[in-house]
């Protein structure tokens, strides 16, 4: 947002005189990059992730790059780990040898989708510093960033190279680049310290980095988010330093807000962005493990930050919430200076409950009740085909720990070699709110689906490669995974990753993963729209069911609710090998709501509650005028 402030002479000399130009790169080591193509022609050593490592000694070469346009341009696709962004810059890098395999021409592209696209053309030019007549000096940025239009944010960009600089040359057997930055240039002030969300112990300078023409600033700090001129704590602050001192008296465990606004030579104030931090508490807080988490080591160390003046902390553990909301003495385990505990060997598959209350000599500190729950099993149920289809009946079927298998030329499932395929399931359970990117590492094809939305889709025969799903948000419950993939010969490996903002890439693990009790719902997926009018709503059985209860209307929290009782949503009790269901003719336009429990009057825990899944129909083809004939003309004759 703009507005206009004016100034008096001084200042005015003082804006003209202190133009500032903040562009900032939008990649990280953390960001999931690709090559392109994606078929791992490339040294070992010299990987696209080398194009955004932050060195200029290390560098990515694909060696299809010396054939354009025979094999097509040559390049990567990134997926930053700060999230959606504008980028209206980039700077390149030489590698450090051949300067023939130098790209001379980029594009740059943009997808909201995915990883893999389909991307929309940003920006297409010249590297003119890497054509000029002489060589630019090995292992040199450009002197200049390219700077072009764009006001789209994208969560995914794509670099291609069209050019290199001389493929007739000798050593010109690929495309080589020692670094690319994507940049945002912005006219507002980023990059604050204390970082966003922040929690701090003692008051510390507000910090942060001047935007795009930048002079002055104003200064905005206060409790609430609506920061006014009553907030205001520095006024016309000249651009250098970006520093303000905060208030030195902080209430422990408030929220602060803070703001800088922008103002140019011409006096044109741009709002900036409002960030927050927290004054840390008197009491203990960010406990580790996280309070709600599953699946923890029974030989798990509890830890947790201290309080703003705490010397030393009491430990209360067990598996009664009670006890320990009471911090009745069955319960406490230790009075210690160090903010870290080691309760011993826990119990599998139990939840524990625990609080840390704070000393500082005089005062004590009660902390918050937190809780846990160990590991106990899990899995996810494979079956393996002797095709390339999935036909038939699998060979094998078993329960694996997870998706995690590298069996190069070997036997697949100690069974099976060439022309294997197979489909693992699982009740994928979420504990804590997160966004999550599914990766698969796969030689040949795969397919992953989650509560039936297809995911990642690369059924194709090619060699060892990642593939990306769009980041999902997934709120605490149970999620129903499909996972498949073909083999066809030489080299054969599948597994299943997953990643957070917090959590670096890892296996997804049993404990998450459960072999598939809930019903898996197929189609329509949850989320759907323009569905058919006559829809038929497909599942997938759960291995203990022998029964299905359908719940099917218009009101989420209705079908969410039901039981067989509420005759106007449960539908009735289908038959094990019934896994379709049809609600007849739908109106045009119109949300569902469906949910599928299994059932199974021998097993203590049925019913299996399924998940809510909804979805929208088509709307209505408008109604046809039928054409009137009159007598007389040439199709009346």
């Not at 112990?201 to 980095?209: F, K, M, N, Y």
């Not at 937190?370 to 095709?387: I, L, R």
Request: proline letters at 8%; glycine letters at 8%.
């Amino acid at each position: 947002m703009w507005r206009m402030r004016w100034t008096n002479a001084a200042a005015t000399v003082l804006l003209l005189g202190s133009i500032v130009q903040a562009a900032q790169d939008v990649t990280s080591r953390d960001d999931i990059i690709v090559g392109v193509p994606n078929d791992g022609d490339w040294p070992k050593q010299e990987s696209p992730a080398r194009v955004i490592d932050d060195h200029a000694n290390t560098k990515y070469l694909h060696f299809k790059g010396d054939r354009v346009p025979d094999a097509g341009p040559t390049g990567f696709r990134v997926t930053p780990a700060v999230g959606p962004t504008v980028v209206n810059g980039m700077t390149f890098t030489t590698a450090n040898d051949c300067p023939a395999r130098d790209p001379i021409e980029f594009e740059l592209h943009g997808s909201n989708e995915s990883v893999g696209g389909p991307y929309k053309l940003i920006f297409k030019g010249q590297i003119a510093d890497f054509k000029q007549v002489w060589p630019w000096p090995r292992s040199a940025k450009t002197a200049t960033a390219i700077v072009f239009s764009n006001n789209t944010a994208y969560r995914h960009y794509q670099v291609l190279f069209p050019a290199i600089r001389d493929p007739a040359d000798a050593c010109a057997n690929s495309m080589q680049i020692a670094e690319v930055e994507l940049l945002t240039i912005t006219h507002k002030a980023t990059s604050p310290e204390p970082p966003e969300g922040a929690v701090i112990t003692s008051p510390v300078p507000l910090q942060w980095t001047s935007g795009e023409t930048a002079a002055l600033h104003d200064v905005y700090f206060g409790k609430t988010p609506e920061l006014t001129e009553a907030n205001l704590i520095a006024s016309l602050q000249p651009a250098y330093p970006a520093m303000c001192q905060m208030p030195a008296d902080l209430e422990p465990g408030a929220t602060y807000y803070w703001r800088v606004d922008q103002i140019d030579g011409s006096g044109k104030v741009c709002i900036g962005d409002v960030w927050h931090f927290v004054a840390a508490p008197n009491t203990a807080y960010s406990p580790s493990p996280r309070d709600g988490d599953k699946w923890i080591r029974t030989d798990a160390i509890l830890s947790w930050l201290p309080g703003r003046t705490a010397t030393a902390h009491e430990v209360f553990v067990g598996t009664h919430k009670q006890a320990v909301v009471a911090r009745d003495a069955s319960v406490f385990q230790a009075s210690q200076v160090a903010p870290i505990y080691g309760p011993g060997p826990l119990e599998p598959g139990a939840t524990y409950y625990w609080a840390v209350d704070e000393l500082d000599g005089g005062s004590r500190y009660e902390g918050s009740v937190w809780s846990f729950t160990t590991f106990s099993d899990g899995g996810v149920k494979a079956e393996y085909f002797s095709n390339v289809t999935l036909s038939g009946k699998p060979a094998v079927t078993q329960i694996e720990d997870q998706i995690d298998h590298d069996w190069g030329e070997g036997t697949i499932a100690a069974l099976l070699s060439d022309g294997v395929s197979a489909r693992w399931t699982a009740d994928l359970e979420i504990a804590i709110s997160d966004t999550f990117t599914f990766i698969t590492t796969s030689d040949d094809g795969v397919r992953l689906w989650l509560d039936g939305k297809l995911l990642i889709d690369n059924w194709t025969g090619h060699g060892p490669m990642d593939d990306y799903s769009r980041p999902v948000e997934l709120a605490p419950g149970i999620y129903s995974l499909r996972m498949e993939w073909y083999e066809v010969w030489m080299g054969a490996m599948v597994q299943l990753w997953w990643q957070t903002p917090s959590t670096s890439r890892q296996i997804v693990p049993a404990g998450p993963l459960q072999p598939p009790l809930r019903a898996g719902p197929l189609f329509p997926a949850n989320g759907d729209v323009n569905v058919p009018h006559n829809v038929a709503i497909k599942w997938s059985a759960g291995d203990l069911a022998v029964a299905h209860d359908v719940y099917f209307g218009r009101d989420a929290e209705a079908v969410a609710a039901a039981t067989p009782a509420d005759t106007a949503i449960y539908q009735g009790r289908l038959p094990l090998d019934q896994t379709t269901w049809t609600p007849g003719s739908l109106e045009c336009n119109q949300t569902y709501y469906w949910r599928v429990d299994e059932i199974n009057p021998d097993e203590p825990d049925s019913p299996w509650r399924g998940r809510i899944s909804s979805f929208t129909t088509a709307a209505c083809s408008p109604p046809t005028t039928p054409s009137v004939v009159r007598r007389g003309s040439p199709a009346g004759r």
